[in-house]
């Protein structure tokens, strides 16, 4: 059985997704806190930094957000297989900001007085070689991709017998590609006898060439080049004090402020509303062909207004069109009541924001195998229930409300497994155990063979603790809400087969975690290198504070180290000041217990050489790193 338990608090809301009383996944929302990430803010540019590429945006929370240079160029343009390959709107340009795009678009444009014309039917390699040549020139990264997908992408264009929806155009085929097509009766054969690019239909004598082409059936018209802005353009494109609209795309972590993207996104049940783009895509989890199909042919029919793009969920598979439109009419409505708002505002200012972290559960973690939702909040319950009447999913899921004395998460035993989370040594099944440390640069994971003893041999003991722990590596990960660099450092594997083996585990396990995660094989060390997407701070930043006694470090000095130090400076305050007869020193109890003991030969030794008389006294309140010493006549520290 699987629940999500929600417990509501004056405070904080806490979330947990349970499956057959294992904790899943855990989520914690302080309720004074604004919801940063995921919201969308019309910003000002405070400061433009070439030398980062980056820009600094106030959008009113405290420290100005960070907006690399490829966040501010169209999102569009990194889908080129989406973008190019018979997407409707091909043909314009999302505003980036509207006075910065429409000044680009006019130096762009060529002269409207010019009695020269471009020329609608040329050949398709000419007009790749001089587009990918004019790119080329700009030295864009995407520039110079797309420099390089042109010329294969004008092969496609032979037929128009399919449907321009179809994955086969977009994914074309060696069958259906005239790059790879063979022509044994053809004339004017190239090497290896592949069919030219072009002029796959010979002019006849009496008609030329060039008319030929123009009047073949199935040749397709040039769409009109698209303006693509580069990295290097951003500056005469954005300006100081300019107001954009932008989305958090992570929060305020440590010192570091939010990071924010020109790329808008608005997330819902079934569909993503992308404002000011023209993409229209499915979730890469819908791995079937068929479903992918009747999804993207289904969101094709819907009437969008312009610049307004959708992505498909995967929680959308098998969803009827009915439920599409009202989670798309929900998405617009929302959208628009928020710009309108704030039409007349000046910036910075809120556009959207963020549901709180009940409607985001409920929106993303309510999957088909969720059983049952518990809350112990009428207010909740009520927002729970309104949901899942809109989501459909009323008659399917049990809500019950929880109404005890008792926390719910005592009563359903959760409170070991939520207090184990911040543990930094995490048991195996079979005794081995991992050792997980974050840091400021990356999260390292140890794993250790402890006391398992379940294998026959020594490399299957190894084996079977790569394997237990990976899974519980991923579990950890998702529970912790660990972001940035993973290290994962395994126990030495000798035969690549049980690398293999470890490898695609620890592959299927975190295909489960919602969050972006790019994995590298492992390495002659016995490293695996991953990233997981970063959002918020982690789980343990979220409830801990710095410890004030240590500063976070977990270490103080030992009583050696300080009795060390504590001799260092008397030796130099004597050696400096012949004529002190007394002195008194302060230090913390622990301290002072190995003065009068360990070190009680040392200390009278100084005093005889210096002849000074040294009294020690305790001081519970200083630190333990912290010492005093004072001259008994005036009471002054030296």
Known sequence: MKQILINSEELQTRVAVVKNGILQDFFMERTHRDRIVGSIYKAKIKNLEPSLQAAFVDIGCGKNAFLHYWDMLPASQDILEEELFNEPNDDKIVPLAEPAAKQYQRAKKPATNSPQEPQQNKNLNQTAVKTTTNLSKKGGFFSRLRSKLLPFIAETTESTTESPTTDSKRYPSKKSNPRYSRNKNNSNKVPNGLVPLVDAVPSTPQQPAQQSRNSHPTRRKKRPQRIMPSINEIPDLFKVDQEILVQVTKGPIGTKGARVSTNLSIPGRYLVLLPNSTHIGVSRRVEERSERDRLRQMMRGFKLPRNMGLICRTAGVGVKQEHFQRDLDLLLECWESGKNATLNKRAPVCVYQEPNLTERTLRDCLTEDVDEIITDSQETYTKAESLLKRYNCLTRVSLKHYNSPVPIFNKYNLMPQIENISNRRVTLPNGGYIC??????????????????????????????????????????????????????????????????????????????????????????GLVEMTRQRENESLESTIYDDCPYCKGRGLVKSTITMSAEIQRHLNEILGRRQNIQQLKILVHPKILERLRNKDRNLIDAMAKQFTCELTFRSDAELHIESFKILDPSTNKEL
Request: glycine share 4%; proline share 2%; charged share 30%.
């Open 436 to 525: 997980i440390d974050e840091t400021e640069a990356l999260i390292a994971i140890d794993i250790n063979t402890g006391k398992n003893r379940s294998g026959k041999d020594q490399p299957e003991t190894i084996l079977t603790t790569n394997l237990e722990a990976v899974a519980e590596i991923a579990h950890q990960l998702r529970l912790r809400n660990i972001g940035g660099i993973v290290i994962l450092d395994l126990i030495d594997m000798r035969t690549k087969k049980d690398q293999l083996a470890v490898y695609k585990a620890l592959r299927n396990h975190l295909a489960e975690d919602r969050a972006k995660i790019k994995t590298y094989p492992i390495s002659s060390l």
